[in-house]
């Protein structure tokens, strides 16, 4: 990991430090993803057999996975793996019901009400990356909110292997979370799939998971055409910033740091204390620790454009990480609590040292469908609103409009809209003949 002095570093060396490791969408790449787009659009599922052919190396007779399928995939788990599954699916089912919208209805004066009805989004296409790693905890943290919210279908695109199946994990938690159709299409061309539809796969309204840097590329794209499908958030790469004071555990952090870095090369972990003794402490404990990993070369790929920060307090980095906007964020101090106030950009925030990032990926409740490269910004992770529509709804009395007609006449004006003020102004008028 490269070692870093901020405050030894200037306004464009900071910059540079906080980089993700793919800062821009490349042409190379919006072309080629463009490429996918326009196959798939033009030849349906021809194009996604020949896709997956060239990308995911294996032959689909049949795109959708049929019911031997998910049968075959719920004998041959591990009774262990599939308790955990149910125990993980509870927990966020406990905490999404807990924290989801809820209708609402005001009287904002007299006569005159206003309220909001929850919908869910018709349709929605969820993907659940398998690259390096399968992820049934994705189809988790996707079907669940999906569920609760009462969307009408729940469609879901996972990459095939070799033999030409999904991993059975992923589908025994797309079937225990009530997700109707499971398509064997990965990448670009399953974005491009559940956003146009094709013979096999349904059009979907707004689409939702993580994924390379070309599912994100295909979701940017797919969500700025008026035909195409909206989005939950652009989700590329893992990346986790821990803070760390000087009595932090070093073996817990490092741990943390390569918990992220495995995920992929494109992956970055970043380090921030004000601690050089913690700081190199961390370093020798990820080398000891990465070493040991069977995803050793992953993980060191991704090392090797990630961070160690040192800054001079604990309020700095805050600031700092406030400037990255993590994906994830542990604090790794003696008192987390303490500098929650502080922290205005982050996806999930994880406190204390018995708080490793992973029990979110997996189990604590939380979702671990997060905005990554800085949208923390401005975005927040999947939750149950993600998959509902909130729609407003107006009821005005006669003695209502007396109260608020004059407001919204004198407003229209000020905006010279004769025709929104008379649509006030006849109204009262007429109320004024009936009096």
């Known amino acids: 990991m490269n070692r ?81 599954i149910h125990e993980a699916a509870a927990r966020i089912a406990l905490f999404h019901r807990a924290a989801a919208p809820q209708p609402v209805g005001v009287d904002t004066a007299p006569g005159v009400r206003v309220e909001r009805m929850l919908r869910p989004i018709s349709r929605v296409g969820l993907y659940v990356p398998a690259g390096s790693a399968p992820l049934p905890s994705t189809a988790l943290m996707l079907g669940v909110p999906a569920q609760i919210a009462g969307c009408r279908e729940v469609v879901l695109c996972s990459p ?59 979701k940017l794209q797919v969500s700025t055409d008026p035909d195409g499908a909206a989005i939950d958030m652009p989700a590329g790469p893992s990346e986790v910033l821990v803070i760390a004071d000087a009595d932090a555990n070093p073996v817990f952090v490092a741990a943390d740091l390569l918990s992220q870095a495995e995920h992929g090369p ?82 999930s925030v994880f406190l204390g040292q018995w708080t490793p990032e992973s029990v979110g990926d997996y189990c604590s409740g939380s979702n671990h469908v997060l905005p990554t490269y800085g949208y923390a910004r401005s975005y927040s992770g999947v939750s149950v609103a993600s998959y509902q529509k909130q729609i407003t709804v107006q009821e005005v009395s006669a003695e209502g409009l007396r109260h608020i007609g004059p407001c919204t006449a004198t407003l229209a004006a000020a905006e010279q809209l004769e025709a929104h003020r008379r649509a006030v102004t006849l109204r009262l008028a007429a109320l004024e003949t009936q009096s």
């Open 4 to 84: 870093i002095d901020w405050n030894a570093l200037d306004e464009t060396a900071q910059r540079d430090a906080l980089a993700r490791p793919t800062q821009s969408r490349a042409e190379e790449l919006r072309h080629g993803v463009g490429q996918i787009i326009a196959a798939v659009r033009e030849r349906g599922d021809t194009a996604l057999r020949e896709l997956s052919a060239k990308y995911d190396r294996c032959t689909l007779d049949v795109i959708e996975v049929d019911e031997a399928e998910f049968a075959a995939a719920e004998v041959s788990l591990d009774p262990v793996l599939k308790a955990a």
């Open 266 to 347: 494109d992956s970055q972990v970043i380090l921030l204390s004000s601690s050089t003794g913690l700081l190199d402490q961390v370093a020798r404990e990820v080398d000891r620790q990465c070493a040991k990993l069977p995803r050793a070369a992953i993980a060191q790929k991704a090392l090797a454009q990630s961070r160690l920060i040192a800054v001079d307090s604990l309020s700095q980095a805050i600031a700092v990480s406030n400037r990255y906007a993590p994906e994830h964020l542990i604090l790794q101090v003696a008192e987390p609590r303490a500098l929650l106030d502080g922290i205005d950009s982050a996806g």
């Open 160 to 218: 095939a292997r070799a033999d030409g199946r999904c991993d059975e994990a992923v589908l025994y938690a797309a079937r225990l979370t009530g997700v109707h159709k499971v398509f064997k299409l990965g990448g670009a061309q399953a974005i491009a799939a559940m956003a146009y539809g094709t013979a096999s796969v349904p059009r979907c309204d707004k689409l939702f998971g993580p994924g390379n840097s070309w599912v994100t590329e295909a």
